[in-house]
Every structure is written in C-alpha cells, then in structure tokens.
C-alpha cells in the first residue's frame, strides 16, 4: 500500500481525478490523504465533496478552514463570502449527508510516521499532545452540542497557547492552530496579519515552523493552507499548497520515498482573494 498526501483541492474537481489517475498508476491499493480544504473558490465543491465521500476507506480527510467555513455559514454562524463556491453544497438534497460526514473528518493524523494537518502545529506542541487536541476539536463537532461550538469557533485570541485554557477559548485556540496559522511570534503567540510568502513575513514574526523550539521539529509534518509557500520538501517538512484554485499545481507526496506527482490547474480565482 503506497499513501499519498494531497495539498488543497478547494473544488477543482477535474484535477483531483486526473491526480487520482497519475497515483493509481503508480504503483497498487493506493491510499489518500487530503490535507483539508476539500471545497470552495474552485467551480466543483459539492461534486469535489461527493467523490471524495465515495472513495471511501480509500481516502482520509483533514479539515481545513474552507470546510469549517462551510459548517458554518450552513448553520447561520457567518455570512457566505463574495468568491465562495459553496452554494451548490447548501442547496444539494443530500447537504445533511454531506455536512454530517464532513463534521465526522480529523483535524491532525499520524500516518507512516508523519503527523498530518491542515495549516500548523503550534511549537509548545509535541505530536503526541497535537493529537490530543485535535481530538477535543473532534469530539465537539461530532457531539450533540456542535452548532453551539460553532458560534464560538471564531476569534483571534487567545493568540498563544496554555495548557490552563479551558471551554471555547480553548478549543479556538486549537482550531486556530491547526486550520489558519502561518507565522509565529517568538514566544509562540500566533499572527493571523498576514497569508505572503515568508520574504513578506510580519515584523517579529517567523513562519511557524521556523520556530526554534517546536517540540514537533523532529517528526516530518505535512500541512497545506499556504498557497504563497507553494511546494516545501524539507527532512522533517512537508508543504502540500502549490496553489491549485489559483492557476497552480495540485500536488501529492508518496509518504513512503517522497516522490512529487503534480497536475497543472486552470486559474479559477483572481489574485487578491483573501485564502
């Protein structure tokens, strides 16, 4: 069995099945992972969703901050915003199918030594305690109060972690963490100013894997969300946004050799679009 780790589909639907079609010639009994961010700003979200759905134990799935937004503006917690492409989703006859599975998908994995997420992993984290977390995020979206947690999921503080955090704040900060963080301060607080590549860094800030004392440093991390970064390979880091939705690549990494399989992308959204 060969895993392969995919960066942001964001509903480019075509593109996710001609990669699929590259991965399964590859080599037998493919596995994926998606790294989060599923739909929206691409022209296929409800589509990209259903496919994705259908692959079954095939195909894990890591919720990014588009998937997030989508549960909420399903549940009246946001608005939807100009460039979405989530409607489709919202009107679909089986959108109560559909949300119920996304809400049921991990925010952080481990698979073939590697830990999977979406954007980041705070550097007071080690894997074992990122894990941990992420399931307290699991277990509030999977539980019978989840449209209440909603409502409290966004927000900007607190910006750094303590392991005294409790109830929402808690549970924001992990969201924070795992599905939006770029750079950090040095003392592990979170900047949220800015989605420029690393040239463009906010003043005093680092990208959050640059940090000198993440507690994670040691085991590879794969993540997306970052599509300014486009492809990072580094021992221990794995940078999966190469830009899909905006004219870029759609990009895999065989966890097992690290081998790159890329597909070429059409620009469905114009610069300038806040990620």
Not at 11 to 24: A, I
Not at 28 to 33: E, S, V
Not at 92 to 116: I, V, Y
């Amino acid at each position: 069995m060969s895993i392969y780790a995919i960066g942001d589909a964001q509903g480019c639907l075509d593109q996710v099945q001609r990669l699929l079609e590259q991965l399964s010639s590859a080599g037998p009994d493919p596995r994926y992972i998606f790294v989060g961010d599923l739909i929206n700003r691409g022209p296929r979200s409800l589509d990209t969703l259903r496919f994705v759905r259908s692959l079954g134990e095939r195909a894990k799935v890591l919720l990014g901050n588009h998937d997030l937004h989508l549960l909420a503006v399903a549940n009246g917690v946001r608005l939807p915003g100009k460039s979405d492409t989530i409607a489709e989703i919202l009107q679909a006859p089986d959108r109560e199918e559909l949300l119920t599975w996304l809400r049921q998908q991990p925010l952080a994995l481990f698979e073939n030594g590697h830990l999977l997420v979406h954007a980041g992993v705070l550097p007071q984290w080690d894997v074992a305690q990122t894990l941990a977390l992420a399931q307290e995020v699991s277990d509030a979206l999977r539980g019978p109060a989840w449209q209440e947690f909603l409502h409290h999921m966004y927000g900007n503080s607190p910006a750094r972690w303590d392991n005294a955090l409790h109830g929402v704040d808690r549970l924001r900060c992990i969201v924070n963490a795992l599905t939006r963080i770029r750079y950090c301060r040095a003392d592990g607080s979170m900047d949220f100013s800015s989605s420029e590549n690393i040239a463009a860094a906010p003043a005093d800030c680092l990208p959050w894997f640059e940090l000198s004392e993440r507690r994670t440093a040691g085991t590879p991390v794969v993540f997306g969300h970052w599509s300014t970064l486009g492809l990072l390979m580094r021992d221990n880091l794995v940078g999966l946004d190469t830009g899909c939705v905006w004219g870029g690549k759609l990009t895999a990494v065989r966890l097992q050799d690290r081998t790159v399989f890329q597909v070429g992308c059409p620009q469905h959204q114009q610069p300038g679009i806040k990620k």
